[in-house]
């Protein structure tokens, strides 16, 4: 079975205490995590502050990569 072993951006417990106060905060402050993916849905674009990441969607949940658009769909290739 193929997997993709991924970092995507998590809170950690500042960025936790701002979204709960509906507060902006940058992807930048967020901490990362390593996840294993199995299936991908699709991806998107996203851009915060001038910086490009990517939009993962896997079976209705979404996770955001530090890894821009284009460099994202290379690594994507590779997998599938």
Do not use: A
Not at 2 to 31: A, G, I, Q
């Amino acid at each position: 079975m193929r997997y993709l072993d991924l970092d995507v951006l998590v809170h950690n417990d500042s960025t936790k205490l701002m979204d709960s106060l509906d507060m902006d905060f940058d992807l930048e402050t967020c901490d990362i995590k390593t996840i294993r993916l199995y299936d991908i849905s699709f991806i998107m674009p996203y851009e915060q502050n001038g910086i490009d990441y990517t939009q993962i969607f896997v079976n209705g949940n979404s996770f955001i990569s530090p890894l821009d658009y284009n460099t994202f769909k290379k690594l994507v290739t590779v997998f599938g």
